[in-house]
Structure formats: C-alpha cells, structure tokens
C-alpha cells in the first residue's frame, strides 16, 4: 500500500519499515534502541512510543522509492532494492542485519547442480529468472554475456527445476535453501545489507536531519551490542593482574576500589560466547561475586 504523499507536520518525520521477511528482525532492532512498535494485523500504520515518529509499514522492495520521491523522510530497506529502483537518496547508515544472522546477504548465480555450466559465460542466450532483474541485467553486460533476464514473481530457485529458465539469481543468507533445491552457485551477483535511508530534502530540514542522526545512532548502537554481555567481579588487589589478564576487553577494564576494603571492583564487556569458559577461569585467579549482565546498545 501506498503511504500517504500529504505533507507530514514540522516535528515529524515519516519513517518507512518493511515489511515481510525483515520485519520482525527490524521491530526486535527498533525494540532494543528504545522505540516500542505496535503492528496491527491490518494496518499500514504502526504505533511507535515516539510522537516524533510517524510510521508507514511498506514492501521492501518499494521502500527507496517512496524514500526518494518525498513520499517518506527516511526508510529503512535493503540496498538491493534501493539500487534496482535506482533510488536517488542518501544513505545514512549500514545496519547489518537480517532475519537469520548479523551479517550481510547474497543474490548468487545458481545452476543446476548436476548440470554442465560452471561459468558465467557458458550462460550466453540462456535464460536467467530473479526478483532483481535490473541489477542482474546490468551485471551480466558487465560481464559482457548476453542472456535473457526474466522477471520471477517467487519461488525462483523452483523456476530451473520446471524448465522455464537455465539459472536463478536469488538473495541467500546461508545457501541452504538453493543447495535444497539441486542448485549449485557459481558467482555472486550482489552483496546486501540493510540501510537507513532519508531523502535529500528532509536532510535540509534542522529536525528532520537531527532526528535522522538520532535513529542511526540508536541503531547501529543496539547492533554493536549484539553478542556482547558486560560482566562485573570483585577481586583483591594481589590478584587484580592475574584477573585483567584473562579479560578480552573493547578496551582496559574498569577497575575501582571498594569502600574501606582492599578490595576492587572490575567491570568489562565481553562476547557471549566466551562468558562460559572465562568465569570458571576468573574464579581460579580469585574473583568473587561475578555478575553477567545484557547490553542493549553499545556506544
């Protein structure tokens, strides 16, 4: 559906999210950078704990567009879509994340799996069905091979298996679901990862472009986090070294005496999968009281 194009009140700014694949993913980010969105079953329009937001749930795929066209300030979508729309827009922040992992995904080039091609160029006059036709169209004339790039509406890695087409380009995060299929890939057509976009002229505007900030800062802050505990022990002075020694640190510990004690409390940040095997540890060097604490944002 699309937003509504009336003009938003000063000391709003229109947000985009997506929907599908990626909502639930970016609510859960949004959730631990302190905005709180409510999704009704049927409503375009989100509720968020912010009246300095006004929020528009949209498909993905349109989100640049409607970014780039002033529909919306700002959006969040990924950057195959912005760069298959050719959305004219500035990119604010890289927020790597998706609905599996922390990392960036791929639309890879895939053939049959027990087929002959093992090269781009053996698919000259062949044809090759995606959801992101532009960008694949555009990447083969790079590679100077001329292929037949056909549009698929889903369930693409199924379009080889019925004959209508020689290849797939698809978006992968581990390249179970193709290899699934009986489909091997052969190259990488694009690598994405999703952004935080704002239109151009919402930026000239003091509020918009501050609020902007505040939305990448937050965010990216809340995936800095991700994996990460921060753990807090109390350790005799003798035994402070030995302690710090064992610590993996963002940088040196804190380290602050208690009251009237030769004691010190410590006070770090370290990845959740270390924390299992590092307390034992601590305990051996002679730290006591250790506590394990979540992080929502890291600054």
Same mark, same amino acid.
């Given at each position: 559906?699309?937003?509504?194009?009336?003009?938003?009140?000063?000391?709003?700014?229109?947000?985009?999210?997506?929907?599908?694949?990626?909502?639930?993913?970016?609510?859960?980010?949004?959730?631990?950078?302190?905005?709180?969105?409510?999704?009704?079953?049927?409503?375009?329009?989100?509720?968020?704990?912010?009246?300095?937001?006004?929020?528009?749930?949209?498909?993905?795929?349109?989100?640049?567009?409607?970014?780039?066209?002033?529909?919306?300030?700002?959006?969040?979508?990924?950057?195959?879509?912005?760069?298959?729309?050719?959305?004219?827009?500035?990119?604010?922040?890289?927020?790597?994340?998706?609905?599996?992992?922390?990392?960036?995904?791929?639309? /890879?080039?895939?053939?049959?799996? =027990?087929?002959? $091609?093992?090269?781009?160029?053996? #698919?000259?006059?062949? *044809? !090759? +069905?995606?959801?992101?036709?532009?960008?694949?169209?555009?990447?083969?004339?790079?590679?100077?091979?001329?292929?037949?790039?056909?549009?698929?509406?889903?369930?693409?890695?199924?379009?080889?298996?019925?004959?209508?087409?020689?290849?797939?380009?698809?978006?992968?995060?581990?390249?179970?679901?193709?290899?699934?299929?009986?489909?091997?890939?052969?190259?990488?057509?694009?690598?994405?990862?999703?952004?935080?976009?704002?239109?151009?002229?919402?930026?000239?505007?003091?509020?918009?472009?501050?609020?902007?900030?505040?939305?990448?800062?937050?965010?990216?802050?809340?995936?800095?986090?991700?994996?990460?505990?921060?753990?807090?022990?109390? /350790?005799?002075?003798?035994?402070? =070294?030995?302690? $710090?020694?064992?610590?993996?640190? #963002?940088?040196?510990? *804190? !380290? +602050?005496?208690?009251?009237?004690?030769?004691?010190?409390?410590?006070?770090?940040?370290?990845?959740?999968?270390?924390?299992?095997?590092?307390?034992?540890?601590?305990?051996?060097?002679?730290?006591?009281?250790?506590?394990?604490?979540?992080?929502?944002?890291?600054?």
């Amino acid at each position: 559906m699309t937003p509504s194009p009336e003009e938003a009140p000063r000391g709003i700014l229109r947000l985009g999210i997506p929907k599908g694949s990626l909502e639930q993913a970016t609510l859960e980010l949004f959730a631990r950078s302190g905005w709180k969105i409510t999704v009704g079953s049927r409503s375009y329009f989100p509720g968020v704990n912010d009246p300095e937001l006004s929020l528009t749930i949209s498909r993905a795929q349109e989100i640049s567009r409607y970014v780039a066209d002033g529909v919306l300030d700002a959006g969040i979508t990924g950057r195959d879509w912005r760069l298959e729309n050719g959305s004219d827009v500035e990119v604010v922040e890289e927020l790597v994340y998706s609905k599996v992992s922390a990392r960036p995904c791929r639309w /890879v080039l895939a053939v049959p799996g =027990d087929g002959p $091609v093992t090269e781009v160029s053996q #698919l000259a006059g062949r *044809t !090759v +069905a995606t959801e992101l036709p532009g960008v694949t169209g555009r990447w083969f004339a790079g590679k100077g091979v001329d292929v037949k790039v056909e549009f698929s509406w889903g369930a693409t890695e199924a379009k080889v298996a019925a004959g209508l087409a020689d290849a797939i380009v698809e978006v992968t995060e581990t390249g179970s679901t193709i290899k699934a299929h009986g489909l091997r890939i052969i190259d990488e057509v694009l690598v994405t990862a999703t952004e935080l976009l704002a239109n151009r002229e919402a930026l000239k505007d003091p509020f918009k472009k501050a609020k902007i900030g505040q939305l990448a800062l937050l965010l990216k802050a809340a995936l800095a986090a991700e994996g990460m505990v921060g753990i807090k022990m109390n /350790v005799r002075e003798a035994d402070v =070294d030995a302690v $710090v020694d064992l610590l993996p640190s #963002l940088r040196a510990p *804190t !380290v +602050a005496h208690l009251y009237r004690a030769e004691w010190l409390s410590v006070e770090t940040v370290v990845s959740r999968n270390v924390v299992r095997d590092l307390i034992p540890r601590l305990l051996s060097r002679g730290a006591e009281g250790i506590i394990e604490y979540p992080l929502n944002k890291m600054i």
